[in-house]
């Protein structure tokens, strides 16, 4: 399983979006494109994130951008992982 089709598969579990990922592509917008992805969902994102990838995120880290699609998310996680 490659970095992206796991963060999706989190994604669909902090979200509760079920099936709905399997549509989801680098392109697919978070931030302002998915009705559950509020503020609090970032939140979750976050740690579900920190936890399954043994990751440490912090404060100044975390910004829109990173949020913005699945691929700038999945990017992130890519780059934390190799740093």
Same mark, same amino acid.
């Given at each position: 399983? @490659?970095?992206?089709?796991? /963060?999706?598969?989190?994604?669909?579990? /902090? =979200?509760?979006? %079920?099936? #709905?990922?399997?549509?989801f592509? #680098? @392109?697919?917008? =978070?931030? %302002? *494109?998915?009705?559950? !992805?509020? +503020?609090?969902?970032?939140? +979750?994102?976050i740690?579900?994130?920190?936890?399954? !990838?043994?990751? @440490?995120?912090?404060?100044?880290?975390?910004?829109?951008?990173?949020?913005? @699609?699945?691929?700038?998310?999945?990017?992130? /996680?890519?780059?934390k992982?190799? *740093?």
């Amino acid at each position: 399983m @490659t970095t992206c089709e796991e /963060v999706k598969r989190l994604l669909a579990e /902090v =979200l509760q979006l %079920g099936d #709905r990922v399997q549509r989801f592509d #680098r @392109t697919t917008v =978070l931030m %302002g *494109g998915l009705p559950e !992805f509020d +503020s609090m969902a970032v939140i +979750s994102v976050i740690a579900a994130l920190e936890e399954h !990838f043994a990751l @440490t995120i912090e404060d100044d880290e975390i910004s829109a951008e990173i949020f913005a @699609t699945v691929g700038t998310l999945c990017d992130f /996680v890519e780059r934390k992982l190799v *740093g």
